[in-house]
């Protein structure tokens, strides 16, 4: 049986699914540490520095490929829409 629907996608929906998997795989990564992974991911956000981000796990290379700006973007969608 064929299916002669059309998906739709939504770049928008899509970016926003990757950047909540990378926050979550850095999350999990900087916990396994033992930091305390939202004061570090603040720290990254509010000032640009790698550093504040383990390299565990590939971590830091994650969120750096990701701009801050949209990070902070979905974490703000995320939280006003509950």
């Known amino acids: 049986m064929e299916n002669d629907n059309t998906n739709l ?10 950047v909540s998997n990378i926050l979550s795989d850095v999350y999990l990564a900087l ?4 930091y305390n992974a ?4 603040v720290g990254y ?11 565990h796990k ?15 973007e979905v974490l703000l969608k995320d939280y006003l829409k509950k």
Not at 31 to 34: A, L
Not at 45 to 55: E, F, T, V
């Open 58 to 72: 590939e971590a830091r290379k994650k969120i750096c490929g990701v701009d801050r700006n949209k990070i902070i």
């Open 9 to 18: 996608y939504s770049i928008e929906e899509f970016e926003e699914q990757l």
């Open 45 to 55: 956000l509010m000032s640009g520095d790698p550093g504040y981000i383990s390299s």
């Open 38 to 41: 939202i004061n570090q991911l």
């Open 31 to 34: 916990e396994e540490r033992g």
